[in-house]
């Protein structure tokens, strides 16, 4: 379950009220045609909103389902994403189905990690790849030429919305690409792992696939069961060679990077597997970076993982150290993600992935630790296996730049 966002002053209690009514109708819905029925009426709401430049009212009545109804919660949510990163837009009479969707890079690296601006070079070279593996055959598509960090992607609904229907009107427009003003991102934080997301946007005449994978199975006319494993495998393919040939197109942005690619997907959806899959990333970057710098095997390495609670769980602390000593090296957060929460079996990945790591000593605290960061540099706190929270001090070592983990 998502964590409430910090409240807000309503502006509109009598618009956030009809909000929740939609939300709750639709979630309470028993039929399709009733689903479109409030679905409807929500979505013409969301897009008021959307297009007033302000998301109070959207957020607060986020916040007012959040506490009374999950179910309408989920679908309003999904409404608002939905809102955003689709669309269904004119030229000449022709309709066309539009999408923001994301190509998200998991990456690590002992130097830096590149963001902003991208070559058109690079650009027109990932472009190939997209469009011969990933990509319908009909789709037209335009990318921004820009390589976004997480602290540069747009903030809150409005600014997100604004820059899909920037994409979208280009790419129904035939453009290819769409110029981001490097002014005007965020500094990106520098850590050891990290995320990219390359971002654009598809059109196809209504009613037609965007990607390749909506393509598949129709030409050998797979039935029933075998449908379904015809089109999972067929996404699996496609990723692979997504992943061979887009990261032929990237390389020369990631020098001195490690980088694997993901498979590229509607804009939210694409954010949230990435926020996912970085967590396991981001431990196999630490136990390498840990080995080669330490010049150790994973085996003198001891894990200590401990939950970390705001109002909720918010997230485990894993610290690393070496086995016979307790103070600690480095730490990486491990979030909780969509809908986990302390039901879900988020330890038993940690641990798994300690193993896959090599790492064979770790120690699981069940202490309840309040969500510390350090007054000076703002970085979180770990646990060491004596139940303590304390800084993550790597040795100084020459020119080793202190660098912080996700
Ligand atoms: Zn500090």
């Not at 013409?44 to 009545?61: F, P, V």
């Not at 390589?147 to 809150?156: C, E, K, V, Y």
């Given at each position: 379950?998502k964590?409430?966002?910090?409240?807000?002053?309503?502006?509109?209690?009598?618009?956030?009220?009809?909000?929740?009514?939609?939300?709750?109708?639709?979630?309470?819905?028993?039929?399709?045609i009733?689903?479109t029925?409030w679905?409807?009426?929500?979505t013409?709401?969301?897009?008021?909103?959307?297009?007033?430049?302000?998301?109070?009212?959207?957020?607060?009545?986020?916040?007012?389902l959040?506490?009374t109804?999950?179910?309408?919660?989920?679908?309003?949510?999904?409404?608002?994403?939905?809102?955003?990163?689709?669309?269904?837009?004119?030229?000449e009479?022709r309709h066309?189905?539009?999408?923001?969707?994301?190509?998200?890079?998991?990456?690590?690296?002992?130097?830096?990690?590149?963001?902003?601006a991208?070559?058109?070079?690079?650009?027109?070279?990932?472009?190939?790849?997209?469009?011969?593996?990933?990509?319908?055959e009909?789709?037209?598509?335009?990318?921004?030429?820009?390589?976004?960090?997480?602290?540069?992607?747009?903030?809150?609904?409005?600014?997100?919305?604004?820059?899909?229907?920037?994409?979208?009107?280009?790419?129904?427009?035939?453009?290819?690409?769409?110029?981001?003003?490097?002014?005007?991102?965020?500094?990106?934080?520098?850590?050891?792992?990290?995320?990219?997301?390359?971002l654009?946007?598809?059109?196809?005449?209504?009613?037609?696939?965007?990607?390749?994978?909506?393509?598949?199975?129709?030409?050998?006319?797979?039935?029933?069961?075998?449908?379904?494993?015809?089109?999972?495998?067929?996404?699996?393919?496609?990723?692979?060679?997504?992943?061979?040939?887009?990261?032929?197109?990237?390389?020369?942005?990631?020098?001195?990077?490690?980088?694997?690619?993901?498979?590229?997907?509607?804009?939210?959806?694409?954010?949230?597997?990435t926020?996912?899959?970085?967590?396991?990333?981001?431990?196999?970057?630490?136990?390498?970076?840990?080995?080669?710098?330490?010049?150790?095997?994973?085996?003198?390495l001891?894990?200590?993982?401990?939950?970390?609670?705001?109002q909720w769980?918010?997230?485990?602390?894993?610290?690393?150290?070496?086995?016979?000593?307790?103070?600690?090296?480095?730490g990486?957060?491990?979030?909780?993600?969509?809908?986990?929460?302390?039901?879900?079996?988020?330890?038993?990945?940690?641990?798994?992935?300690?193993?896959?790591?090599?790492?064979?000593?770790?120690?699981?605290?069940?202490?309840?630790?309040?969500?510390?960061?350090?007054?000076?540099?703002?970085?979180?706190?770990?646990?060491?296996?004596?139940?303590?929270?304390?800084?993550?001090?790597?040795?100084?070592?020459?020119?080793?730049?202190?660098?912080?983990?996700?």
């Open positions: 379950m964590k409430p966002r910090v409240p807000h002053r309503t502006k509109s209690p009598r618009l956030v009220k009809e909000l929740c009514r939609l939300a709750a109708g639709l979630a309470a819905s028993g039929s399709r009733e689903d029925f679905e409807n009426r929500l013409t709401k969301i897009h008021s909103q959307l297009r007033s430049g302000d998301d109070q009212n959207l957020e607060a009545a986020l916040d007012q959040y506490d109804d999950t179910a309408a919660y989920g679908e309003f949510i999904y409404a608002i994403e939905a809102a955003i990163e689709c669309s269904i837009l004119s030229q009479d066309y189905d539009v999408l923001m969707f994301a190509a998200p890079v998991l990456s690590w690296s002992r130097f830096s990690i590149p963001s902003g991208v070559t058109e070079e690079v650009l027109a070279n990932v472009r190939v790849p997209l469009q011969t593996h990933v990509l319908a009909e789709a037209r598509f335009v990318l921004a030429d820009c390589l976004f960090s997480p602290d540069q992607l747009p903030r809150g609904y409005h600014f997100t919305h604004e820059l899909a229907s920037r994409l979208w009107t280009a790419a129904v427009a035939g453009e290819r690409d769409v110029h981001i003003n490097p002014g005007q991102l965020a500094e990106t934080s520098r850590f050891l792992s990290d995320t990219r997301f390359l654009g946007a598809i059109a196809v005449p209504q009613g037609k696939p965007m990607f390749r994978w909506q393509e598949a199975g129709n030409p050998s006319g797979d039935k029933g069961g075998n449908k379904l494993m015809g089109l999972e495998a067929s996404r699996a393919d496609i990723l692979r060679e997504w992943q061979t040939h887009g990261a032929e197109a990237l390389r020369p942005l990631f020098q001195g990077c490690a980088f694997e690619l993901l498979i590229p997907d509607g804009f939210f959806s694409a954010w949230r597997m926020d996912r899959l970085a967590r396991s990333y981001s431990m196999h970057a630490t136990v390498d970076f840990l080995q080669s710098t330490l010049n150790i095997t994973p085996d003198r001891r894990a200590v993982i401990a939950p970390f609670y705001d769980l918010e997230e485990y602390r894993v610290s690393f150290m070496l086995k016979d000593q307790d103070n600690v090296l480095y990486i957060v491990w979030s909780l993600v969509g809908d986990e929460d302390e039901s879900s079996d988020t330890v038993s990945q940690i641990e798994t992935t300690l193993r896959e790591c090599g790492v064979e000593l770790t120690t699981l605290l069940d202490n309840r630790f309040l969500l510390e960061y350090c007054e000076e540099c703002g970085a979180p706190l770990f646990p060491n296996p004596d139940g303590e929270v304390v800084h993550a001090e790597f040795p100084e070592e020459g020119e080793m730049v202190p660098i912080h983990l996700h």
